[in-house]
């Protein structure tokens, strides 16, 4: 079975940081590439970071572009996400999926985990 469950959100000041983790299985974790998605409130779920197979490449959305670091282990079959400089507009839930492609940031796997709950106060 195909399972993805994100963790390491909470509530922090604006400024803090936080650092999630993604663990997979049921799946070749090293071959694909991976992305983090979040859902702010009232709002459709967006692409934040995407990095390839290997680790090499990363992209982000820019809103998060400086701020936000994607990684991954796959060894551990775990996907990272450590976030700095969190600000209020960073709150929502925040998932992670695979993609075929790394320039094809659409999500693989059609059963969604849980998510993160992410909360940055003012």
């Known amino acids: 079975q195909v399972q993805l469950v994100e963790s390491g959100g909470g509530l922090v000041q604006t400024g803090g940081s936080l650092r999630l983790s993604c663990a997979a299985s049921?799946?070749?974790?090293?071959?694909?590439?991976m992305s983090w998605y979040r859902q702010p409130p009232g709002k459709e779920r967006e692409v934040v970071a995407t990095?390839?197979?290997?680790?090499?490449?990363?992209k982000y959305v820019d809103s998060v572009q400086g701020r936000f670091t994607i990684s991954r282990d796959n060894a551990k079959n775990t996907l990272y996400l450590q976030m700095d400089s969190l600000s209020p507009e960073d709150t929502a839930v925040y998932y992670c999926?695979?993609?075929?492609?790394?320039?094809?940031?659409?999500?693989?796997?059609?059963?969604w985990g849980q998510g993160t709950q992410v909360t940055v106060s003012s």
């Open positions: 049921g799946f070749i974790f090293a071959s694909f590439a």
């Open positions: 999926n695979a993609n075929q492609y790394y320039h094809d940031r659409r999500p693989l796997i059609r059963s």
């Open positions: 990095i390839s197979i290997g680790g090499s490449q990363a």
